[in-house]
Nanobody, 115 residues
Framework: QVQLVESGGGLVQAGGSLRLSCAASGRTFSYKTMGWFRQAPGKQRELVAMINSGGSTTNYADSVKGRFTISEDNAKNTVYLQMNNLKPEDTAVYYC????????WGQGTQVTVSS
């Protein structure tokens, strides 16, 4: 299976924005559906956004709806998560993973939102 690499995390103040990227290291990858997940300290990993190949369908967790946008760039073979109006409760390690077919977990990228 293809190992995906997440990047773009960092420290941002509440109300700020970040864009996360998900790409395969040195090779292309394909999927039918791709998801962004996050895991905060002491909490279970949760799915926050998903997209189908082609981008015609996206879905979001209620907690991020209206603030996060998942998208894909086929030319760059990259999936993005644009995060706006960030809140301290968005602080977590963010992961991308193919949902269909089921992929493997990467290392994730840390997002920290200060109040």
């Amino acid at each position: 299976q293809v190992q995906l690499v997440e990047s773009g995390g960092g420290l941002v103040q509440a109300g700020g924005s970040l864009r996360l990227s998900c790409a395969a290291s040195g090779r292309t990858f394909s999927y039918k559906t791709m998801g962004w997940f996050r895991q905060a300290p002491g909490k279970q990993r949760e799915l926050v956004a998903m997209i189908n190949s082609g981008g015609s369908t996206t879905n979001y967790a209620d907690s991020v709806k209206g603030r996060f946008t998942i998208s894909e760039d086929n030319a760059k073979n990259t999936v993005y998560l644009q995060m706006n109006n960030l809140k301290p409760e968005d602080t977590a390690v963010y992961y991308c993973r193919s949902l269909t077919p089921v992929g493997i977990w990467g290392q994730g990228t840390q997002v920290t939102v200060s109040s």
